[in-house]
Every structure is written in structure tokens, then in C-alpha cells.
């Protein structure tokens, strides 16, 4: 299985507000939420001590922004779907999966022509072609190899490390507590990635 593996440049801070905006409009009719997403899209970043409003893009990091980037990117899920690809993705991430070496570069094709109309660019040393079955990639926090997906080697890195924040030698706190909180860790992160091979 051939694989695209797409990356855009910038995603959230490049969005184009105004048509954003004409998406949230032609999905909601309440005013006053239009004003408040609009407000929203409109915050000023203060930085070191000066304040500025960005022309493009959404607050990165905020509860709303997956939202809007996902609303952002739908059309392009369609679109895809319609000619036939089978594209997983979550806000700017996504693979599509394909048959062949010329699908996937048909498939990028696609993409590409949609994300210059959609005011975006592809990451041009992130966006790569991937041979599944000689080559793993990354996605969502997974490694895939051909049929089997694993923890990538980041994400157990991190998990490493918050154990090992939760157990340092002298922590002044009773074991029942340290148990708990290692519990609520592990419990998170082996539910994350039960679909592990």
C-alpha cells in the first residue's frame, strides 16, 4: 500500500479568516454566535510587549480551533471521497491511502490543486510518498508498517518521562497517591493505543 503522507505549512496560523467565516455562516444562522466566533478569529496576541491582530489563521491551542480547521478542510474531505481516495484526517494531518505509486501521485495532485484555491500550502519537505511495506510512517501518535501499527518511538518517550515524573526518588507523597496518579496515566495511554499490534 502506497501512502501519502501531507503535511500543510503553517496550517492554523494561514487559515484565511474571511473564508472560514463564509463556512460557519452557511452551517450557522445565530448572530450572536457569529459574533462571537468572529471576535474569537479577531483576538489580539500580545507579544513580549507589544499587542497585534493576525490577519490570517485561528488561535492555535484553543478549545474552538480544531473545530474551525476541520470545518475549514471538509470540503477537501469530499472531494476526495468523490473521486474515489480514501483520506484519513484529523484538523491538518492526514494520510490517503493508496493501490500505487501513481494513485498516490494523482491523489497528491488533488490535494495540492485544492489547498492553492483554498489560500494554503503543502509542507514541501513534510508531504512524502510512503511504500507501507518497506517503510513506516507516522500518524496521530502511531507508527504504521504495512499491516501493523505500534506506539511511535515519541510517544513512548513521553510516557517514559511522565512516569518517571510521577516516581522521582523523594516525592514526599504516600504510595496509595503515586499508584493512583500512575494509574490514571497508564489507563489514558494503553486506551489510546489498544489498537497496537
Known amino acids: 500500500m502506497f501512502v501519502v503522507d501531507a503535511d500543510l505549512q503553517s496550517y492554523f496560523d494561514t487559515i484565511p479568516k474571511d473564508r472560514l467565516m463564509q463556512l460557519v455562516q452557511a452551517k450557522i444562522s445565530d448572530s450572536r454566535l457569529l459574533a462571537l466566533i468572529q471576535s474569537f478569529l479577531d483576538q489580539s496576541i500580545l507579544e513580549e510587549l ?37 483520506m484519513v484526517r484529523y484538523c491538518d494531518d492526514f494520510v490517503i ?42 500518524f496521530l501518535g502511531y ?14 518517550r513521553k510516557m517514559v518521562d511522565r512516569i518517571r515524573q510521577l516516581t522521582p526518588r523523594k516525592s514526599g507523597q504516600s504510595m496509595t ?3 493512583a496518579e500512575i494509574n490514571a496515566v497508564t489507563t489514558g495511554w494503553f486506551t489510546y493505543f489498544r489498537h497496537s499490534n
Not at 477537501?76 to 473521486?83: G, K, S, V
Not at 507508527?143 to 513512548?156: I, L, M
Open 50 to 86: 507589544s499587542a497585534w491582530t493576525p490577519e490570517a489563521g485561528v488561535p492555535q491551542g484553543a478549545v474552538l480551533s480544531p473545530l474551525l480547521s476541520n470545518l475549514y478542510l471538509s470540503e477537501l474531505d469530499h472531494r476526495m471521497a468523490e473521486l474515489g481516495y480514501e
Open 97 to 138: 491511502l493508496c493501490g500505487s505509486q501513481g494513485e498516490a501521485e494523482s491523489a497528491l495532485e488533488e490535494v495540492k490543486r485544492f489547498v492553492t484555491s483554498a489560500g494554503l500550502t503543502i509542507h514541501p519537505e513534510k508531504t512524502r510518498f510512503v511504500d507501507s511495506r518497506e517503510t513506516s510512517f507516522d
Open 143 to 156: 507508527s504504521f508498517r504495512w499491516k501493523f501499527r505500534f506506539p511511535r518511538a515519541k510517544s513512548r
Open 177 to 179: 497517591q503515586t499508584i
